[in-house]
């Protein structure tokens, strides 16, 4: 989804897909896409889903020599083109990969609809433990003293990324500089009237609180949009970020914006978390980097003063209150290639985080 264009109609696409045991694959053409585009792709493949998304499809790749790909697309059935953009998200790993922020490498681009009924990409597989939950922080990082390094390396990669030049590394075009919470703030107010599943006026109350309260931008770069635990790769034996993921939201301008969003994934031992939460924060278990912590290390690291952080997880709260709904809304209509999951959770959770954006406006 490119910030300066947020989409104002939605399109019907309906992906041409096999009736296959894989949905969303057109194992014959991809294949031979695949042979003929990938460097090292060697037929026949095996594709399989990789659950955990909510936005974009993600499979993994396995060809007859073992190697291994990952085949990244959009939702199946209604979408919205411009928020499942795959040559832009494409064009981000690209560029980002050309900096010291860990990200899979860039393979290939299909923009061909013929071949897959929507476009998709290939990055290479990495290797890692996604450290979604507090069950699989426990398993994977026994010892606190790797959690405390993982949480070194999660708050340096940020600042890694937030300290790049977009213009150096091709990004400079990915969307406006200037004026990043005004068009947060006006793309999500709009997202959530479109994709809304019922009236929920506090999310009127924070925006409207948001806006009066905005603080002047004074840092500007690239801006992941969704960076937290669960959207990395990491290597539990030396407790580093082995590949950050999940760009889809990516775009340019306030970079604090980043920060207070992995603050409010960050749960300390014993904190509350949003009613509906499908998942226990993987530092809830201790021995993570508190709050203040990476507060400390993100300025250290980027020279940047940070006294307004409270706005920013405020405003966080509350966009992702939206995101969350688009997934709601997303799972409703069956397009997301799981018809297991319980919608109530997200709904209740979307209460929470705005009722969370409005204990700190307030």
């Excluded at 897909?17 to 053409?29: F, H, L, Q």
């Excluded at 500007?220 to 999940?246: C, E, F, Q």
Aim: charged residues 20%.
């Amino acid at each position: 989804m490119t910030d300066n264009a947020l989409p104002d109609e939605t399109k019907d696409h309906e992906a041409a897909v096999d009736a296959g045991p894989m949905r969303g694959i057109n194992t014959a053409p991809v294949s031979a896409w695949l042979a003929e585009n990938v460097e090292g792709a060697i037929g026949p493949f095996a594709f399989d889903f990789i659950t955990g998304g909510h936005s974009n499809l993600t499979y993994k790749v396995t060809g007859s020599d073992g190697s291994e790909f990952v085949l990244r697309r959009p939702p199946l059935g209604a979408i919205l083109a411009s928020a499942h953009d795959m040559g832009r998200e494409f064009k981000i790993i690209s560029g980002v990969g050309r900096t010291t922020v860990p990200v899979p490498q860039a393979l290939g681009l299909c923009q061909d609809e013929e071949v897959n009924g929507a476009p998709f990409y290939i990055m290479n597989y990495v290797d890692g433990v996604v450290v979604a939950d507090d069950v699989t922080a426990l398993a994977s990082l026994p010892d606190p003293s790797t959690r405390q390094t993982l949480s070194t390396s999660v708050i340096d990669v940020l600042a890694a990324l937030h300290r790049a030049d977009p213009d150096t590394i091709g990004l400079g075009d990915l969307g406006r500089k200037d004026a990043y919470l005004d068009r947060q703030l006006r793309r999500w107010a709009t997202q959530w009237e479109k994709a809304k599943t019922r009236e929920l006026p506090e999310m009127d109350e924070a925006h409207a609180l948001l806006v009066a309260a905005k603080p002047e931008q004074r840092y500007t770069g690239i801006v992941h949009g969704d960076y937290r635990l669960g959207n990395m790769l990491s290597d539990p034996a030396t407790g580093t970020v082995k590949a950050v993921l999940d760009w889809e939201l990516c775009t340019l301008g306030d970079v604090l914006a980043d920060l207070g969003y992995i603050l409010n994934n960050w749960a300390q031992p014993g904190e509350p978390i949003p009613v509906g939460a499908t998942a226990q924060p993987p530092t809830t278990i201790g021995g993570f980097a508190t709050r203040d912590e990476l507060v400390a290390r993100y300025s250290q690291q980027t020279g940047y003063e940070v006294a307004d952080i409270d706005y920013y997880r405020a405003f966080q709260y509350w966009r992702l209150a939206a995101i969350v709904e688009g997934v709601l809304n997303r799972y409703l209509q069956g397009v997301m290639g799981d018809d297991s999951v319980d919608t109530d959770q997200y709904s209740q959770q979307v209460v929470s985080l705005v009722t969370n954006a409005l204990t700190l406006l307030k």
